[in-house]
């Protein structure tokens, strides 16, 4: 099937940098791509959304960028905060009920 | 909010055991979906559910059945259980097609 990677596992940073998490996709056919966040001990929570008519998306703090010409999916935390520290899962999904995951960025804020 | 519940945060169970995970939405939702999660593999499928007592096989549903006889509780039943399915299980729902999933807290199982 296809699948959905992520170019680099872990991801440190300073508090008060920008974070920028990315996410390789490879079905051409995907037009809804979801964010998640999953802290230590607990499920993954939604973050952000976007759809394939869109190729910017902002809500409080974070950013989702769609390139659908490279197949690249990315989320932009500005002033990342130490609660911020978890692992990020993109996900995509072609109009269906099943969505297809990637494997995860652990993002580490150093106070 | 939509709040979806475990029936067990920590588990226990020796091999051969039938295990019962439970999982409860309170959002009525149509589609429910019970994932394992692993170290270096990610999220992966086992059954998802569309409607009452419907379900559909997932990426990995060997070793697996589920049970959907009321829309808010989706069941996860290890018929025998084995260390192999050792596991953080994640259950999920959502309203409709293509929008996102709301997950539970997982069930971390170990089968000894």
């Known amino acids: 099937g296809e699948s959905v990677g992520l170019h680099l596992p872990t991801l440190s940073v300073q508090e008060g940098d920008n974070s920028i998490i990315n996410c390789a996709y490879s079905n051409s056919a995907s037009d809804y791509f979801i964010w998640y966040k999953q802290e230590s001990g607990k499920g993954p929570q939604f973050i952000i959304d976007?759809?394939?008519?869109?190729d910017k998306r902002q809500g409080q703090r974070v950013t989702v960028l769609l390139n659908k010409t490279v197949k690249h999916l990315s989320l932009q935390i500005a002033a990342t905060q130490p609660g911020d520290s978890a692992v990020y899962f993109c996900?995509?999904?072609?109009?269906?009920?099943?969505?297809?995951f990637g494997r995860g960025t652990s993002l580490i804020v150093h106070p | 909010d939509v709040k979806v519940t475990q029936s067990s945060r920590y588990l226990v169970k020796r091999t051969g055991e039938k295990v019962f995970l439970e999982c409860v939405q309170d959002m009525d939702h149509e589609n429910m979906f019970w994932y394992r999660q692993d170290p270096g593999l990610g999220l992966r499928l086992i059954y998802f559910s569309y409607d009452v007592k419907m379900k559909e096989k997932g990426d990995i549903p060997e070793g697996y059945s589920v049970s959907r006889e009321k829309k808010e509780r989706f069941s996860l039943i290890l018929e025998s259980a084995s260390t192999n399915q050792t596991s953080m299980y994640l259950c999920?729902?959502?309203?409709?097609?293509?929008?996102?999933?709301?997950f539970g807290p997982g069930t971390r199982l170990t089968v000894t």
């Open positions: 996900a995509e999904m072609g109009g269906s009920y099943i969505p297809t």
């Open positions: 999920a729902s959502s309203p409709s097609k293509a929008v996102e999933q709301y």
């Open positions: 976007i759809r394939s008519n869109m």
